[in-house]
């Protein structure tokens, strides 16, 4: 059972971000304030919900947030920064976008580089925890998804409308025959430029 809040008397924001582990696109992170009385059976860790139930939350935090923003940074980024200067970097952006300014931040992980003069607790797994990080993870897992999708279209061979860009067998073999494209991350291993 999620938990509501993690204090009563703060405004607080839960955080998270979608697609640290994988091999195209962007990382997507949210930032959701909900109203402590904010209660939903269905929401929980996006990762344990399917593909109905995420599609189905989505409006639903959207339409009952107090406030709620998504932010992204590109795969280009991502090689100049890493993966986790870069998820940091997203959460920040989604946060300082927020039409409330939120007194707590709850961040999904074991630590977060906190530039916003605003304090911060995190939690391993906080998006099994607290709802207000499980609508964080909900919101960014499906923009990114859609993003995704949509550049699916363009590059059909790499199988990202199923794969979300994560390494599949069908995506790394993809890479061995068409070679990596403008989204893939040109530091993770299989884009890495061979020195031999």
Not at 36 to 47: G, I, V
């Amino acid at each position: 059972m999620l938990q509501p809040y993690y204090t009563l008397d703060l405004v607080e924001a839960g955080c998270d971000e979608a697609g640290r582990g994988c091999l195209a696109g962007p990382v997507f992170a949210a930032a959701v304030i909900l109203p402590k009385n904010f209660h939903n059976e269905t929401l929980n860790d996006s990762k344990k919900l399917s593909l109905k139930q995420r599609k189905m939350l989505r409006p639903i935090i959207e339409s009952e947030a107090l406030a709620y923003a998504v932010a992204k940074i590109d795969n280009q980024e991502i090689d100049q920064i890493n993966i986790l200067n870069a998820s940091f970097k997203a959460m920040q952006l989604a946060v300082v976008q927020l039409s409330i300014k939120p007194e707590l931040l709850l961040i999904d992980g074991n630590r977060f580089k906190n530039t916003l003069n605003i304090p911060h607790k995190c939690f391993i797994e906080g998006d099994g925890i607290y709802m207000s990080i499980a609508a964080a993870s909900v919101l960014a897992k499906t923009y990114r998804d859609d993003f995704m999708e949509e550049i699916d279209k363009e590059n059909p061979v790499y199988g990202w409308k199923n794969n979300k860009g994560y390494p599949t067998k069908l995506h790394k073999t993809a890479i061995i025959l068409h070679g990596c494209t403008q989204y893939h991350r040109m530091t993770y291993t299989p884009c890495m430029p061979k020195l031999f």
